[in-house]
């Protein structure tokens, strides 16, 4: 099954922007990742599904329009344009692999968004 | 309202049992896949595993660490899922989560904390 890689951490200024990043492990170029959000003391919130093509699907209920995402390679992206303080926040990254009793979900180690 | 409510944590010795709940509303729970997944103290998360529908038929899946021991289970009636947690060991002390798949995790509850410790 694959591997997924997060930095730790990552910071950026109020109104600026920045990418974090998900790199899939090798062999696995084609799978697809979900973005999660998950703010302190609270359960993880969808953000939206990235696949090589780019965003796949819909974006979670309430996900503004500054959040945006790229594949490339094994690499998935989540961009947040004009950062707000309520972003900061854990972003886990996810994907499912295999099928039937096979069927296993996989996350990276998440990255803390901090907000300067 | 889409709502998952999770109950059921608390403090265990090791080698004890317990048993989590995950009370739905608002959406059609017999036709939706459940999962649990945990997160230990500032960590990332951990998928444990899933129970799939009726439909099919209750199917489930459980990640390497926990199989044999963790027993994923629902009551359609009642709109819950369960986790029945058995011979808990220190390791399994998080934070545990249930969440429904649709083509994503796209409801979560607020979780419900395991601590396993003497």
């Known amino acids: 099954q694959p591997v997924l890689t997060q930095p730790p951490s990552a910071s950026a200024s109020l109104g600026a922007s920045v990418t974090l990043t998900c790199t899939l492990s090798s062999g696995y170029s084609n799978y697809k990742v979900d973005w999660y959000q998950q703010r302190p003391g609270k359960g993880p919130r969808f953000v939206m599904r990235v696949g090589n093509g780019g965003i796949v699907g819909s974006k979670g209920d309430g996900i503004p329009d500054r959040f945006s995402v790229l594949g490339s390679g094994l690499n998935r992206y989540l961009t947040i344009k004009n950062i707000h303080e309520e972003d900061e926040s854990l972003y886990h990254c996810g994907a499912d692999h295999g099928g039937g009793s096979d069927f296993a979900w996989v996350f990276g180690g998440g990255t803390k968004l901090t907000v300067l | 309202e889409v709502q998952l409510v999770e109950s059921g944590g608390g403090l265990v010795q090791p080698g004890g049992s317990l048993k989590l709940s995950c009370a739905a509303s608002g959406f059609t729970f017999s036709g939706s896949a459940m999962h649990w997944v945990r997160q230990a103290s500032g960590k990332g998360l951990e998928w444990v595993g899933r129970?799939?529908?009726?439909?099919?038929?209750?199917?489930?899946v459980y990640t390497a660490s926990v199989k044999g021991r963790f027993t994923i289970s629902r009551d359609d009636s009642k709109n819950t899922a369960y986790l029945q947690m058995n011979s808990l060991k220190s390791e399994d002390t998080a934070m545990y989560y249930c969440?429904?798949?649709?083509?994503?995790?796209?409801?979560w509850g607020q979780g419900t904390k395991v601590t396993v410790s003497s």
């Open positions: 969440t429904r798949s649709s083509s994503a995790f796209d409801v």
């Open positions: 129970i799939r529908s009726k439909a099919n038929n209750y199917a489930t």
